[in-house]
């Protein structure tokens, strides 16, 4: 009778587990679709490649188009990325090999702690701190620079706000440095310890025993931390929000005002008293919606073929 109950509470337990993983399925299905429902009135009238590709947003013409969204998305973010990815994983390294263990200690607690600092205080920084310092020391220098050396670079630095896409790229590098370092830093502690003796026995260095050893084990899982640190930056709103500028035109300076999907929504959606303005803007959320699901999907195949691939070796 006792084999029977518990029989009984694992087919529970498992179905259980099913239905709540079905549940988390549905509930993105129905984001989705929601997303798509709300912004059908934009996408029926511009049509999905249309609405995308356009390059006009004019509230007042009632003519709307993503492009320049889409592209500050994927450039403020990719560009946020790649600063940030070295640093990262110098920092990851450090904490889970070479620093001593009060080091190490003290390091991951402030790495966590970067990690959860709310966004709104990182934009907060920029404006107070980062966009002046970047105006005065780096942007008006350059500019200054250019105009009396190199004419022809002055359409590709824009005017020296301080407020542009490369105050946004910087504050989204100094927010994602921290997340990427600890997912970094937790791939490389999930390497096997019997293959850091091994390379010792045979003589290695301990450089050579994280490059040989290490790193090639662990470059699955960091490689999928790096994709959820980019699904962060590419949702990231208000910290970005507030020192990008929200130039409706297409980013093609370095120091001008640039937009991204989320900041459009943020600063647009209240005031949004047209149907088809609102139209547009849960458009863009349903694109939004579809590039954080592709990167969130690739970072999941990623860390699988990582754990297959510890676990042969292992």
Known sequence: MRRLYTHLGD???AWLLVLLALGVVALALLMALELYRGGSLALSRFGLVGFALGREWDAVGQRFGA?????????????????SFFPALAAAIFAAEYAPRWL???LNFLLDLMAAVPSVVYGLWGILVLAPWLRDKVELPLYLWAAERAPMLLPLLGAPTGY???????????????????????????VPKEHREAAYALGATRWEVMRLAILPLARGGILAGTFLALARAV????????VIGNSHKLPY????GAATMPSVIA??????VEDLHLSALIAVGFLLFLVSMAVNLTATYVLRRQERLVKGVA
């Open 11 to 13: 087919r529970f337990f």
């Open 67 to 83: 492009l320049p969204y889409i592209l500050g998305t994927l450039l403020v973010s990719l560009s946020a990325l790649g600063l």
């Open 104 to 106: 190490a200690q003290v």
């Open 164 to 190: 542009g896409l490369l105050t946004a790229v910087l504050i989204l590098a100094s927010m994602i440095v921290p997340f990427t370092a600890a997912l970094a830093r937790d791939a490389i502690a999930l």
């Open 235 to 242: 949702g990231e709103t208000m910290a970005v929000t507030m």
């Open 253 to 256: 300076t370095l120091f001008g």
């Open 267 to 272: 600063n647009e959606f209240t005031e949004a």
